[in-house]
């Protein structure tokens, strides 16, 4: 009984406390080994055929070793069994006072717990008192509100009554002021209507003479700017045509550049001609070349390109506004 009631503690114990246990168990089983090479090296050694008396003496001492060993291994287990029992009276003790701690933990608890219910109470019962009192002061407002509504109504029908009177009071002078304006008004219409009438004949008279001297003045200033438009068209067309003989003399400088730089191919034929379109930058370096109108000549069209492209850049203008990034001129051969 007493050894099926120690395994569950050595069980518990070598659960809890895995390191000590095997340490223990280790320590165990080296002195268990330092005795028993002790053991075998005390062993007899091995001798000739002895005597009966030599054999019983071993057999004794054998015995008597064997006894040795199983006190100490005895009274190694009833260490061990005692580490297991104080250790297992430490687990008790420190399980005990883990259980008195978690009472004391639950006692403070239940009293922290009464003393918020506690609290609470107060807190309900003031809260109560304080509603009630809040209840009364509303009353006793709403009393005092009642009160001073009535004195309220009281005062506005006495304004009311007085402003009644001072309203009918008011009609009857505004009913007379009105009559009097009212006749007032009639008089004065009668007035404004002869002044309108004597405005309204001099303001026609004044217009129709605004209206006279108008019809004079745009007479003279559309003769004045026929006069005008005409002496600037004659100044336009004046202009035109220099600008038209500028640019006559512009293309005239760019053809007389190119025929200087064209090489006649030879066999060529005088009467060929093409009409070459020339596009320049703003200081008349050349940009395109194109010939329109010109003979199935392959050698007369190329020399006319290397011409062009070797006048560039062109001649500049004798006059900016003649200037074009497009000209157009007809190139026939020199004869």
């Known amino acids: 009984m007493a050894s099926s009631s120690l395994w569950p503690s050595v069980y518990q114990l070598v659960k809890r406390h895995p390191k000590a246990v095997a340490a223990s168990v280790g320590l165990h089983v080296v002195l268990l080994t330092m005795l028993s090479l002790s053991l075998t090296s005390s062993e007899i050694p091995d001798q000739p055929k002895p005597q009966a008396n030599t054999i019983k003496a071993v057999m004794v001492d054998a015995k008597k070793i064997d006894d040795e060993r199983k006190k100490r291994e005895q009274a190694e287990q009833k260490k061990v069994q005692q580490a297991l029992a104080q250790q297992k009276k430490l687990e008790e003790e420190k399980k005990r006072k883990a259980e008195l701690k978690k009472k004391e933990a639950e006692r403070k608890k239940q009293a922290e717990l009464k003393r918020k219910q506690e609290a609470e109470k107060k807190r309900l019962a003031e809260a109560e008192r304080k509603k009630k009192l809040e209840v009364e002061r509303k009353r006793k407002d709403e009393q005092k509100r009642l009160a001073a509504l009535e ?49 309204r ?124 990034n497009e000209i157009r001129f007809t190139f026939r051969p020199r004869s």
């Open 151 to 199: 004195v309220e109504k009281k005062r506005k029908q006495e304004e009311a009554h007085k402003k009644k009177l001072a309203e009918e009071a008011e009609k009857k002078r505004l009913a007379e002021e009105a009559e009097k304006k009212r006749l007032a008004d009639e008089a004065e219409k009668k007035r404004l209507a002869a002044e309108a009438e004597r405005k």
């Open 201 to 324: 004949k001099e303001e026609e008279a004044r217009q129709k003479r605004l209206a006279e001297e108008a019809e004079k003045r745009r007479v003279a200033e559309e003769a004045e700017l026929k006069k005008r438009l005409a002496e600037e068209e004659q100044r336009v067309a004046e202009h035109n045509r220099k600008l038209n003989s500028l640019r006559q003399q512009y293309v005239k400088l760019i053809e007389q550049k190119v025929e200087s730089k064209w090489l006649r191919p030879t066999a060529i034929n005088s009467s060929l001609s093409c009409e070459v379109h020339v596009r320049q930058t703003a200081l008349g370096d050349v940009i395109s070349v194109n010939l329109q109108e010109c003979p199935n000549d392959v050698a007369f069209k190329n020399s006319i390109e290397r011409a062009v492209w070797a006048a560039s850049p062109l001649p500049p203008p004798p006059n900016p506004e003649v200037f074009d």
